[in-house]
């Protein structure tokens, strides 16, 4: 099962995966504003906002893996959409509806993953590593078919990577029907599940890693929106920039499959608090900008912080959730990054129209690098502080 589960995985990220690296690049090259790029990108936070409802509907009345079928099929309809649209009213539309469907699936996929697996805590990391290499595979797929028929009409665009996310989500349509079903489980309790996960907010260490995923994901679009300007702005020609992306997923790829190690020489808290220190640091590095043989390697602390903060962070609120809230427990954890995705992205674009007086674009990104920096400063100390778990046995991801 585990395997199948890690085919899930590899297929489900592949689609988000397509679309997310270069698409800030394909706004610039549509001539977006600065603030029309952040508004795009900020539907991204939009639909982690609403990803609740879709858990709704697996924790209560259909099966998760249906729910997972219909999401990718249209999701990777609007991919194919955003493929050819130039105007900002479309574009800002099919992106909307592409997260509506895209978050919504993915988190009903590590709904999928918990229920399923026997031993989650020891189990997830490696489930998930499958996702972090589906993640990198479209970008690399473009840069093959360059390169093996240099003849052809692909420029290794946007557009084109785009349509190539598209026919992984049909795939994962076809692929999550044939998964042992996931059935809702109904609450005479708890009738809207989300209501019902939010009562872990109760619990102080559970609150704080609330409050620091908020800052994390605050963060994150200075990453997804300016990281690939600035790599263009450096020398990386298009066909390379996705693939040179994935230095940070090949990071999160030997760091899932060391996880296992992080918690047990860590715990839970250490391991977490690692993953914003590196965040942190290359934070620090992006705010510099230069040179390129410096700011291409901190790619790598990146897939370092999503693994110990965020994909440790899932185990503990799996850990946290009853059996029949468990989709809804990591929906609020989504409807959190969300927010914060949101405000991020917003922040970005409102940081690069003051910096429009700058001399190139390595100047309008250093301000807002600095800022994220600062803020990911301010998390780590808080976190350290502030986020000290108890569970009631002894395991695995024992505090330390």
């Known amino acids: 099962m585990q395997f199948r589960l890690s085919i899930l995985m590899f297929l489900q990220f592949a689609l988000p995966g397509a679309m997310l690296p270069l698409y800030s690049m ?8 600065p603030m029309e790029l952040a508004i795009c990108c900020a539907t991204h936070g939009v639909g982690a906002l609403l990803a609740p409802l879709g858990a709704q509907l697996a924790d209560r009345y259909f099966a998760a893996e249906k729910c997972v079928a219909v999401f990718s099929l249209l999701s990777s309809l609007f991919l194919i959409g955003l493929a050819y649209a130039e105007s ?4 800002c539309i099919l992106t909307l509806f592409f997260w509506l469907l895209t978050v919504p699936m993915m988190v009903l996929c590590s709904t999928i993953c918990f229920i399923h697996l026997k031993d989650p805590e020891r189990q997830f990391g490696i489930v998930r590593l499958s996702g972090t290499i589906g993640w990198m595979l479209p970008g690399w797929i473009l840069l093959a078919l360059i390169s093996i028929f240099p003849n052809n009409n692909l420029e290794g665009q946007a557009s084109e990577q785009f349509i190539i996310g598209s026919i992984f989500g049909f795939v994962v349509a076809l692929y999550a029907l044939t998964l042992p079903t996931t059935p809702p489980s109904p609450s005479k309790v708890d009738k809207f599940a989300p209501l019902g996960a939010l009562k872990l907010l109760r619990g102080w260490p559970f609150a704080t890693y609330c409050l620091c995923t908020l800052g994390v994901c605050i963060t994150m679009p200075f990453t997804t929106q300016a990281t690939p300007l600035l790599l263009e702005y450096l020398g990386i020609v298009q066909p390379w920039l996705s693939p040179t992306l994935t230095i940070s997923q090949a990071s999160e790829v030997i760091s899932l499959f060391l996880l296992p190690m992080f918690l047990l020489r860590l715990g839970l808290r250490g391991s977490m608090l690692f993953g914003l220190i590196c965040w942190t640091i290359a934070l620090y590095v992006l705010s510099v900008g230069q040179p390129v043989g410096l700011v291409v390697p901190s790619l790598a602390l990146n897939g370092l912080s999503v693994t ?6 899932q185990v503990y609120v799996n850990m946290q959730a009853k059996g029949d809230l468990k989709a809804s427990a990591q929906s609020l954890l989504t409807f959190v990054q969300g927010i914060g995705l949101v405000l991020g992205h917003i922040m970005v674009g409102l940081l690069r129209s003051s910096s429009q007086n700058a001399s190139n674009m390595r100047e309008e990104l250093v301000l807002a690098f600095q800022v994220a920096a600062v803020i990911n400063g301010m ?3 808080i976190f350290y502080c502030c986020f000290r778990p108890v569970f009631g046995k002894k395991s695995m991801i024992e505090v330390k």
């Open 379 to 381: 998390l780590c100390l």
């Open 26 to 33: 394909r706004l610039k090259e549509l001539g977006f504003t």
């Open 308 to 313: 110990c903060f965020l994909v440790t962070g």
């Open 88 to 91: 900002l009213y479309l574009v």
